[in-house]
């Protein structure tokens, strides 16, 4: 596990560190830190044909040497690991905490890492949460505790938009996204959408899987569900089993349309005929 070849580097840990890659740390092995140790472990496990990559996150220490979280500056922790093919598993090993502690982490681990990215084919990329800035801050906070988190199932109805006057005969669509506001995964979330006085195409779905803070878009289509009516209808919105909105619908019989529509061409038309008579009368008197 690299004991004997690395001596780890604190100097390094609260300063603006350069990655150095597994050839480079074998001719200066007091200049590692955790990123060498990870890096030499997976190409040497490379080389003998273990599949391995490397993990970039958080590992909570009571050992402030160990610490990856400096009160100034978000410093991570880097640690490798190698697939087993007989328990078709991905198994955590960190050669920098047993180098600095002297604990063996390689036959057991702990619980204390928290992956944040995993780097495989691209050695840099995704950048883990830290990374992404350009000033050198603290910003990353993580407080272990010893109770279970509470779940938190929040889902709401945002980005509504659909016709609210309709006529019967004709179909219409809207469209509204479910964003899951709560701290945990949400997989298969039944919607329903339901219409009084209405139909509904599709009015039973199933959104596969929301992350949290993560939004999905719905459409569907409606129409009238009754014909030469005028009366006022609805669409409720039910997610999770639960009301999240409902909107008033004003349903007009496609026969009042043609009516309101043919009057207003007479109107038009009327009121061209008027304008046109008054001015070959200004006209005429005009002669």
């Not at 140790?37 to 402030?64: C, H, N, Q, T």
């Not at 709401?156 to 709560?182: A, C, H, L, M, R």
Request: proline residues 6%; contains cysteine; aromatic residues 10%.
């Amino acid at each position: 596990m690299l004991p004997t070849l690395f001596s780890m580097d604190y100097n390094k840990i609260n300063s603006k560190n350069t990655r150095l890659g597994a050839d480079y740390v074998m001719s200066h092995p007091n200049e590692a830190v955790c990123l060498e140790f990870s890096d030499l472990f997976v190409a040497i496990a490379r080389e003998k044909g273990i599949y391995s990559r490397e993990i970039e996150g958080y590992g909570f220490s009571l050992d402030p040497k160990l610490q990856p979280i400096s009160l100034s500056s978000d410093v991570l922790h880097a640690w490798p690991e190698y697939f087993d093919p007989v328990t078709q598993n991905w198994v955590s090993v960190d050669p920098t905490w047993e180098n600095t502690s002297g604990i063996d982490y390689f036959s057991s681990f702990d619980l204390n890492h928290i992956v944040f990215s995993i780097h495989g084919q691209n050695p840099d990329y995704p950048l883990p949460a830290g990374m992404y800035k350009t000033d050198n801050t603290h910003d990353i906070s993580i407080k272990p505790v010893v109770d279970l988190p509470e779940e938190k199932k929040e889902i709401t109805v945002e980005s509504i938009n659909f016709p609210t006057t309709i006529s019967d005969g004709k179909t219409y669509q809207g469209t509204f996204t479910i964003k899951n506001n709560g701290n945990s995964y949400l997989w298969n979330i039944p919607v329903e959408i339901d219409g009084e006085s209405l139909a509904i195409t599709k009015k039973n779905l199933i959104v596969s899987e929301l992350a949290p803070m993560e939004t999905s878009t719905v459409i569907f289509n409606y129409q009238s569900g009754v014909n030469n009516k005028i009366l006022k209808g609805s669409i409720k919105i039910n997610v999770l089993n639960k009301q999240l909105f409902i909107q008033s619908v004003n349903i007009i019989p496609h026969i009042y349309t043609l009516l309101i529509n043919g009057l207003g061409i007479i109107f038009g038309a009327s009121t061209l005929f008027l304008i046109f008579r008054s001015l070959s009368k200004i006209k005429h008197h005009g002669h």
